[in-house]
């Protein structure tokens, strides 16, 4: 098991230098990169489905990224303690058909000593869009780290 900085207890800086770390990785799309900042037996909850292993998140994220194409993500901290971090966050994809969705969210996340999130509960919206009206544009550029998401 390869450690994760930075480690719990997280302070406002750490915490939001993890939001970011899971902002940069999930935007590359790779389910293997992803992974490995998760432990071994990783517990999700994704929508209405769970998750157990890292293999299993493997699996999860490369159907994800099969149905949700050009997908592009935003994080936000919310808040954190000890060794939980609580993020919202926003995408957009779209399906093979062309149809655009925005989807909002709320994690909520919890560490080992390592750094590696060990247990992950998400609870997603998703609201059809016009092309026309995406504002997330592939990986956020470095000068917009920290940025505030417009909620709506």
Do not use: C
């Not at 994760?4 to 940069?24: H, N, S």
């Not at 971090?85 to 093979?96: D, K, L, P, T």
């Amino acid at each position: 098991m390869t450690p994760r900085p930075p480690f719990p207890p997280f302070d406002e800086d750490t915490a939001r230098q993890k939001v970011q770390a899971a902002e940069d990785a999930w935007n590359t799309r790779d389910p293997e990169r992803v992974s490995l900042a998760y432990t071994e037996d990783s517990v999700w909850r994704n929508r209405d489905q769970h998750v157990v292993g890292r293999a299993r998140i493997v699996e999860f994220l490369t159907a994800k990224w099969e149905r949700e194409l050009d997908y592009a993500l935003r994080k936000e901290l919310w808040g954190f303690r000890g060794n939980r971090i609580g993020v919202r966050f926003q995408y957009e994809s779209r399906n093979a058909d062309g149809q655009w969705f925005r989807s909002y969210g709320n994690e909520l996340w919890e560490f080992s000593d390592e750094g590696l999130m060990r247990r992950r509960e998400a609870s997603i919206n998703d609201v059809p869009i016009a092309e026309a009206d995406r504002r997330i544009f592939g990986p956020r550029p470095e000068s917009e780290h920290g940025v505030l998401l417009p909620v709506f």
